[in-house]
């Protein structure tokens, strides 16, 4: 019978292999995120934009939730819903996805809605990725109401998940084949160190 060694092992590979593809996604776009200002990667100032005025037949009676699903299906669009804001004679939401954002404003008593639509590049589109999960700052209790955007949180959660399994493999197998420790627990010892030391700086901040 095989033992924990063994699975230990074998689970380590081929979970890394599986992951390969998406540490470099979140490694690259962690990149782009801290810096904002390499040339290749300005995606802000290399968007396509785009403005238009649909005219449409609104029901009267509907509430917020049965026009905005209403307008998007007459539109043919799709995505995460962000940024409501309704009034008496307006109503106005965004709609994003990675890489494109779309603000809507819909004209309750001219019956037309006028759309403001971005596209960025691949570079933006990757640090999108990194940050895309559906959360509201203004409000956090706020759920993700796209499905793309809840698939993609928990998978995000079972990366998360695998890549803390990695280390602890990681970590069985240094202590199973190492047969000389001092030089291994002291890069050890100073990698827990120098994060405490990052977390303590933040704290305080």
Not at 29 to 50: C, D, I, M, V
Not at 174 to 196: E, H
Request: aromatic share 16%; charged share 20%.
């Amino acid at each position: 019978m095989k033992n924990l060694n063994f699975w230990n092992r074998k689970l380590h590979i081929h979970l890394g292999l599986f992951l390969l593809l998406f540490i470099w996604l979140f490694s690259i776009s962690g990149l782009l995120l801290n810096h904002g200002s390499w040339e290749f990667a300005s995606f802000w100032e290399q968007r396509k934009q785009k403005e238009s005025v649909t005219e449409m037949t609104l029901p009267a009676g509907l509430d917020s939730a049965g026009l905005l699903h209403m307008v998007m299906g007459k539109l043919e669009i799709s995505g995460e819903v962000t940024n409501v804001k309704y009034s008496a004679d307006a109503f106005d939401f965004r709609v994003g996805s990675p890489g494109f954002g779309r603000d809507l404003h819909i004209d309750l008593a001219k019956g037309t809605v006028s759309q403001k639509e971005y596209e960025l590049n691949v570079w933006g589109k990757i640090r999108t990725l990194h940050t895309f999960n559906g959360v509201d700052k203004n409000d956090i209790d706020k759920q993700a109401n796209w499905v793309i955007t809840q698939v993609w949180r928990f998978a995000m959660d079972g990366i998360a998940v695998a890549l803390i399994f990695l280390c602890v493999s990681s970590w069985i197998m240094w202590y199973k084949i190492r047969k000389d420790y001092n030089w291994s627990a002291a890069v050890l010892i100073a990698g827990f160190l120098t994060s405490f030391y990052f977390v303590y700086l933040i704290r305080m901040f």
